[in-house]
């Protein structure tokens, strides 16, 4: 079995929010690899690995980043792939510098961005791209989403038991 999206973060201090995307795509069985890398402090590695991403069969890239974020620009400038940018909630500005790096990309190095720390949306949209070309994904794709409108009805049934004197 080999990966077909690749999660890389510029530290395993960034794993606790990175995990939500391993932990989705081992529920959906998406083959995948972790790997961290930093734009700063490894960039011929963080090269080598973008150059490299499609002739490994990889289809879509995750990378996480936190404060300057330049991974997930670095990583799309050297590639053709998809690559969707996680901005990693920091101590100073709370992952605002992070999601801002991400965002502005130059003309023709774009990069999709989801939520600080939004791993898990990450890896569903990455989902979402894979199961434009795979009719098993984009089963398990309606499943997921149908599963999601099920624990809202059920919420909802769970809330109308709620006792209030003044709940109508």
Known sequence: MKPVVSI??????????MEKACQFFE??????????L???RTPAEVSDFARGAVSRGIKVIIAGAGMAAALPGVI???TPLPVIGVPIKGSCLEGLDATLAILQMPPGIPVATVAINGAQNAAILAMQMLALGDEVLMKKL???KAGLKKKIVKANEELAQLQYKFKC
């Not at 069985?29 to 961290?36: M, S, Y």
């Open 38 to 40: 930093s734009a700063h």
């Open 8 to 17: 890389i973060m510029g530290s395993t201090s960034d794993l606790p929010v």
């Open 76 to 78: 799309a400038a050297e």
């Open 27 to 36: 529920e959906m069985e998406i083959p995948f690899e972790v790997n961290a």
């Open 142 to 144: 309606v499943d997921y």
